[in-house]
């Protein structure tokens, strides 16, 4: 695969959710825990910024023309009933493969969902809005194929927790397909992304640079079966991408 362009520093910003708050703190290592109103970074009450605005900031730039390449990647080889979550405004669509019969969306922005309208009546596979929070997902055990996630595991409050649902509703020998941007290896830039983190997850909805995403996917039980990890175009902070496959052991 050649290196493809990140539009910008906001690329990966969430959707926001209405009346949100977002858990941002500093430096938050593999994974971050729900936080409070007392923890420092805490934001609540985004108001029309993070309501209106940011959502289609999100859409332009996560939907700019260098990511295709990535998503038609990440999304090769899905086949029957696919949860996705942080679905967003279902820049993925396009790219599923006929091999798909249904895609199973989770996300809970509303400005999100309704940008996502348009694609999903142009797709000729069905998606279906399952629920709100990949954190709690209102589906039964081993339910599905396969599920797909990109540019969410940084911004889903507790990742770990999305990780064992995700297990829990996948069947045994199923893959979970991934495309996110986190923890750079390089010391230097790692360092970079840990001072912006704070300020970064405050104006991007929640999202986080520091997460260690293969960590986070191979703490959550699943087996990694190929990965790869290097820069897209753009500022290094927000471009050090992990495509990867895992497998829900049986
Ligand atoms: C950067 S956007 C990525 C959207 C889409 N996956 C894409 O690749 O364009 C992150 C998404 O995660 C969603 N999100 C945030 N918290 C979530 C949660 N608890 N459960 C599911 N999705 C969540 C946001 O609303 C947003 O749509």
């Not at 971050?32 to 289609?56: I, K, N, Q």
């Not at 996705?84 to 969902?113: D, K, Q, W």
């Not at 940008?115 to 954190?135: F, K, M, N, T, W």
């Not at 997902?137 to 797909?148: H, R, V, Y």
Request: charged fraction near 20%.
């Amino acid at each position: 695969m050649s290196a493809v362009e990140l539009a910008s520093p906001v690329s990966c910003a969430a959707p926001s959710y209405k009346a949100v708050s977002w858990p941002c703190r500093p430096a938050p290592g593999a994974g971050d825990a729900p936080r409070g109103p007392d923890t420092p970074g805490y934001v609540s009450g985004v108001g029309f910024y993070g309501e209106h605005v940011l959502p289609r900031l999100v859409d332009r730039a996560c939907g700019a023309a260098g990511m295709s390449e990535w998503r038609a990647g990440v999304t090769s080889g899905l086949r029957g009933r696919v949860i996705e979550i942080g679905f967003g405004s279902g820049l993925n669509v396009a790219h599923y493969p006929p091999t798909v019969e249904v895609v199973l969306a989770v996300e809970p922005a509303e400005v999100a969902r309704r940008l996502a309208g348009r694609r999903i009546a142009a797709s000729s596979i069905p998606v279906e809005h399952v629920g709100l929070d990949g954190q709690s997902i209102p589906l039964e055990d081993a339910s599905c194929d396969g599920a797909l996630s990109t540019f969410s595991l940084c911004t889903i409050p507790d990742a770990r927790v999305a990780l064992s649902e995700l297990r829990r509703v996948v069947r045994p020998g199923a893959a979970f397909h991934f495309l996110e941007h986190g923890l750079a290896e390089d010391p230097a830039v790692a360092g970079w992304q840990r001072r912006l983190d704070p300020w970064h997850c405050r104006m991007a909805g929640g999202c986080h640079l520091t997460r260690d995403i293969p960590t986070l996917v191979s703490d959550a039980g699943f087996v990694m079966d190929r990965v790869e990890q290097r820069y897209a175009k753009g500022p290094r902070p927000w471009s050090w991408f992990t495509m990867g496959i895992a497998i829900n052991p049986a």
